[in-house]
């Protein structure tokens, strides 16, 4: 049968990690550090409240935007945790995780042709939804010695007259970078100059290890510039739960709900009910979980330093990004090879970009004894590699 797919979907490139996962289905006795997932249970004061609503028959489609008073705890959170004012009538409207508001902002934005900035390594959906829309994809590069922040002069290199959304994500997927005002500010100037939009994809925003996040929408200048991405997943353990939210200027919520009403209707609503708890009276579950991630990159990374692989310290998030061009493999081979040799998943840095080649994602938000057995299958199967140079 013929199913004479779209053009651009048989240009898209397949999932890298999928297909390392499906070899590893075939195998016993694996670990995996492959996937960006927290471990914990959601809190049960979430669950509790969407269990009462399950059980109370709450089962109908709430507004498109989601409830009001989920919108208004999202603008109270944000304002509470990192000092941001938005309108939950009209700047505030909830999404089907993050994810679907990666794809809702190109599918609104894009005309063929027009050039999306993505910095690179860089999270991995946001190419295909990009070039689904119909957008070219242009990478900005972030370099491991400027600890994988945007630097000024690698977005001007990218920039020409059809740039029109620049993507950002700190703390960053796969590397963990952070931006601070001080690192924005350079970049503001370009922002404005070339009328770019900005979609600042902060979902780790609460994984921040070493300075307190620093949203992009602070600086006032460009505040009707960015389109504030963010989710559940991360902060609350809610990854299943599929609950995130975008908050822009008024015109464009407008557009985007009025586009998400005919994909989605509107986001489950037993999710919205715990997500409302979460964002009112969950706070203090965040520095629990985030003390627990910090723990384990320390020991990831002290693992790493004692195997050899030279990794530039993640400050945020739960990823880190060991540099593994001393083996003069790509990315997608050490990690084949890992997989048969050691039974470890891991995920090549060339998942994300071409300049992630060299590189592989190991994610950290696995349990201590898995992180552990982990690094030592990693370490024989590097010393292997060294002995058979
Ligand atoms: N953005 C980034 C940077 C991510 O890492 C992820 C999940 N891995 C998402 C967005 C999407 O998350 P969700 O749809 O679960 O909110």
Redesign the pocket.
Known sequence: MNYRFSDTLKNLPGSVLSRLISLADSLEDVVSLGV?EPDFDTPWPIRAESIYHLENGDTFYSPTRGFLELRQQIANYLNRRFGLSYDPETEVMCT?????G?DLVFRCLINPGDEVLIPQPG?M?YEPCAVLSGAKVVPVLLKEENGFKLKAEELKKAITDKSKILVL?FP??PTGGVMTKEDYLPLVDLIIKHDLLVVS?E??GELSYNVPHYSIALIPEIRDRVIL?S????TFSM?GW???YLCAAKELIDNFAMVSGNMIICTPTITQYGGIVAMRDCDKEIPRMKASFLKRRDLILSGLEQIGLPCCKPEGAFYVFPNIKQFGLSSADFCAQLIQRERLVLCPGSAFGAAGEGYVRCSYSYSKPEIQEALKRLGRFVSWLRENK
């Open positions: 960006g089907v995780g993050g994810s679907q990666i999270y959906a994500n960053g997927n994809d979902i780790y991405l989710g559940f997943s991360k990854t599929r609950l995130g």
